[in-house]
């Protein structure tokens, strides 16, 4: 995969009393973008001690204590957003690598160990937006969804669809092949929305 600089943030460690939302609202971030950059689909499992990356905050912030009294302890915190099912796995493997921050840079999305020559499938339906080699991807395909969202399948052999071809949800599109730049067969896999990496574990089945 091509090189990226650390992204920009720090990692704010979990304090008593602390929750994800009072967190987030801290340092003025989206919630569901720290959620799923961290791996965090339920945040009533938070624990004090637990280390969160903050996306482009520049310095550790203290969260201030609320009251017992305080009305904004009785504010809803908003949910956040699981669409599990949304999109179908590529392939069935072990996922060699997760999305987020590992080794200080971004992982945009999951890398899943498959055999050679395993088949991959279209995660939902959509148009061939690209389908041909990719520097720092390899033999790379990207289709484009509803609603914005797109799927990126990387790292991947034989490609079976063409630019502009529609595919059907579940059709194969390729076959997965020994690449030079991973010492095991594997498929590289993003869900964007918007142009925006998402977590694929939000949005596939459990």
Partial sequence: MPEKKAPRGVYHTVQRGETLWRICNAYGVNMQDVAEL???????????GDRIFIPG??????IMSLQKD?????????????????????VRGKILRGYGIIDNQKHDGITILVAPGSP????????????????????????????GFATVYAMIGKILVTQGQEV????????????????????????????????????LPQ
Avoid: C, M
Avoid at 38 to 48: A, C, R, W
Avoid at 120 to 147: E, M, P, Q, R, W
Avoid at 176 to 193: M, N, T
């Fill in 38 to 48: 961290n791996n965090i689909q339920d945040p009533s499992k938070i624990n004090v």
């Fill in 57 to 62: 905050a520049s310095r550790v912030k203290k």
């Fill in 70 to 90: 305080s009305p904004k302890q009785k504010e809803q915190e908003p949910p956040i957003v699981l669409q599990h099912g949304l999109f179908q796995w590529p």
């Fill in 120 to 147: 991959v499938y279209a995660a939902a339906a959509g148009k061939v937006a690209f389908a041909d080699f990719l520097k720092g991807y390899g033999s790379t395909i990207i289709i484009n969804h509803n609603d």
């Fill in 168 to 203: 059907k949800k579940g059709q194969i599109i390729a076959e997965v092949a020994r690449s030079p730049e991973a010492a095991q067969p594997s498929l590289h896999f993003q869900i964007r929305k918007n142009n925006e990496t998402r977590n694929p574990l939000f949005y």
